[in-house]
């Protein structure tokens, strides 16, 4: 920064690299700034001539930004439903859609003080596993992911909330890993097509948790192998938006009891509740 370490100053200079680049870049100037001071936007607007230290680290992370890789990388913090967790290159970056999943599993638990165990396939960062956790406080979690990075995330979130007594990390490949008895199946599962095509930024995130096979949907189809087999009772799932006539015809000549596709708020179809049996 040349032009003095004022947080005015560095606003305005911190805006200038990133305009070329970055939409909105005077906003995610200050929210750069805000996460290097760790401070509100109330504090920023009215400290405007406080000086700002460690002008190194910031300008390291505004060079990350103009190279385009995710602000949540960039400060290891991403917001989901409400809540703060931890986040790193090796776990995807939660997104706004998957919080109705939780609503939807939310909906169709009838009780939420039962014991129940849950399982889900792709932890990820463990943002869903942990949200439905705080909700179903007797619930018990089994959490597998392929990716040992993305378990480390997802250890270290569950730490952040005090679950470890509830959530168990397994390492492995859908159910395998996964013997117990299971009430309920979450799962985000990869769902795009090895060959889409994609906006620049995903490329800094983890392709193992973006492409689910040469339509996309193959390891959706897995896992409902393994729903039917297994007769778990209730399996939501997150899907791509083409995806639901190709799920309703891979189920057509099963038997269950109840299949319910969600929007997501743009009316997206986003995902889906199979329930075996009533
Ligand atoms: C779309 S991400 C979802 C992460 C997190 N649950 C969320 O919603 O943000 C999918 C996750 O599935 C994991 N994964 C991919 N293939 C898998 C497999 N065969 N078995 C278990 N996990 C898998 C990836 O490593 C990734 O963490």
């Given at each position: 920064m040349s032009s003095g370490s004022l947080v005015k100053n560095v606003l305005k200079e911190i805006t200038?690299?990133?305009?070329?680049?970055?939409?909105r870049a005077s906003r995610e100037a200050q929210l750069l700034l805000m996460a290097h001071l760790q401070c509100d936007?109330?504090?920023?607007?009215?400290?405007?001539?406080?000086?700002?230290?460690?002008?190194?680290k910031l300008c390291e992370w505004v060079k990350r930004r103009a190279e385009n890789e995710p602000f949540e990388?960039?400060?290891?913090?991403?917001?989901?439903?409400?809540r703060e967790f931890y986040i790193t290159k090796g776990a995807l970056i939660p997104r706004p859609e998957t919080e109705i999943l939780i609503d939807e599993v939310i909906k169709n638990v009838s009780n939420p003080h039962?014991?129940?165990?849950?399982?889900?396939?792709?932890?990820?960062?463990?943002?869903?596993?942990?949200?439905?956790?705080?909700?179903?406080?007797?619930?018990?979690?089994?959490a597998v992911d392929i990716s040992p990075a993305a378990l480390e995330v997802a250890k270290i979130n569950i730490k952040k909330?005090?679950?470890?007594?509830?959530?168990?990390?397994?390492?492995?490949?859908?159910?395998e890993p996964v013997t117990e008895q299971i009430d309920y199946l979450v799962s985000n599962p990869p769902y795009i097509a090895k060959d889409a095509q994609l906006e620049s930024n995903l490329s800094y995130e983890p392709q193992?948790?973006?492409?689910?096979?040469?339509?996309?949907?193959?390891?959706?189809?897995?896992?409902?192998n393994d729903v039917l087999r297994l007769r778990i009772n209730l399996f939501t799932c997150?899907?791509?938006?083409?995806?639901?006539?190709?799920?309703?015809?891979?189920?057509?000549?099963?038997?269950?009891?109840?299949?319910?596709?969600?929007?997501d708020l743009s009316g997206f179809d986003r995902g889906f509740t199979l329930r075996i049996q009533d």
């Open positions: 200038a690299i990133l305009n070329p680049v970055i939409p936007e109330l504090w920023l607007i009215t400290n405007q001539n406080t000086e700002v230290k460690e002008l190194e990388y960039i400060t290891n913090r991403v917001s989901f439903y409400s039962a014991e129940m165990t849950f399982a889900e396939v792709g932890v990820g960062s463990g943002i869903i596993s942990i949200m439905l956790a705080l909700h179903f406080p007797h619930a018990k979690f089994i909330f005090s679950l470890q007594e509830r959530i168990e990390l397994r390492l492995g490949s859908l159910l193992n948790a973006l492409f689910g096979g040469n339509i996309g949907d193959e390891i959706i189809q897995e896992l409902l997150e899907i791509g938006y083409d995806q639901q006539d190709r799920i309703t015809n891979y189920l057509q000549n099963e038997k269950f009891e109840k299949l319910a596709f969600y929007k």
